[in-house]
């Protein structure tokens, strides 16, 4: 991997990004509809869905600041641990 790329990776909103990406995967298209659909009389199609967009961030931060909490001990584990020894 070259230095650049390694350094992009390092930095702060791509670490953010990786974070939230599940949540944002999930979220953004149901979002978007709903936003488009509330919208697009006012500032069009494409204008509700450029606003969308940072509404996709949001929802994906706060879907992952609240998901995130869940700290491990409580989620019970169904199988034993597998040494790879």
């Known amino acids: ?3 650049c790329a390694l350094t992009s990776i390092q ?15 999930t979220a953004h298209f149901p979002v978007l509809v709903a936003v488009v659909w ?5 500032v069009g199609v494409t204008g509700s869905g450029l606003l969308g967009v940072p509404v996709c961030f949001l929802v994906a931060h706060l879907a992952h600041h609240l998901t995130q909490g869940l700290p ?13 020894d």
Not at 72 to 84: D, G, N, T, W
């Open 11 to 25: 930095q702060r909103w791509t670490q953010w990004l990786g974070e939230r990406s599940y949540a944002l995967y």
């Open 72 to 84: 491990a001990q409580q989620v019970p584990r169904l199988l034993p641990e597998v040494s790879h």
């Open 1 to 3: 991997m070259s230095a």
């Open 38 to 42: 509330l919208g697009w009389t006012h």
